[in-house]
Nanobody, 117 residues
Framework: QVQLVESGGGLVQPGGSLRLSCAAS????????MGWYRQAPGKQRELVAT???????NFADSVQGRFTISRDNAKNTLYLQMERLKPEDTAVYYC???????????WGQGTQVTVSS
């Protein structure tokens, strides 16, 4: 079973930036399209961005133009670069496979992102 460990969250002011990382155990990471997801208090988990194993990316409308997703298959690591952060980006961020294609792996603990002045 693949384990996912997210990191890089924190408290940032509106307009600021953060870079999230997701380390995956095992050797199958490179075979899968991956995604970043987030869950705000009282809301359902939502898809933020996906990246195919070939590097094709897609973004939710709410983050298009502000977030960038990337991956380093040699390091089994997924990244999310977040720019021009807004208070509504506040959530716990998780990584997993693209769940529109595959059943999710076990969810990690996530990393908290708080955007506040």
């Amino acid at each position: 079973q693949v384990q996912l460990v997210e990191s890089g969250g924190g408290l940032v002011q509106p307009g600021g930036s953060l870079r999230l990382s997701c380390a995956a155990s095992g050797s199958i990471f490179s075979l899968y399209s991956m995604g970043w997801y987030r869950q705000a208090p009282g809301k359902q988990r939502e898809l933020v961005a996906t990246i195919s194993n070939g590097g094709r990316t897609n973004f939710a409308d709410s983050v298009q133009g502000r977030f960038t997703i990337s991956r380093d298959n040699a390091k089994n690591t997924l990244y999310l670069q977040m720019e021009r952060l807004k208070p509504e980006d506040t959530a716990v961020y998780y990584c997993n496979v693209d769940t529109s294609i595959w059943a999710p792996w076990s969810w990690g603990q996530g990393t908290q992102v708080t955007v506040s002045s």
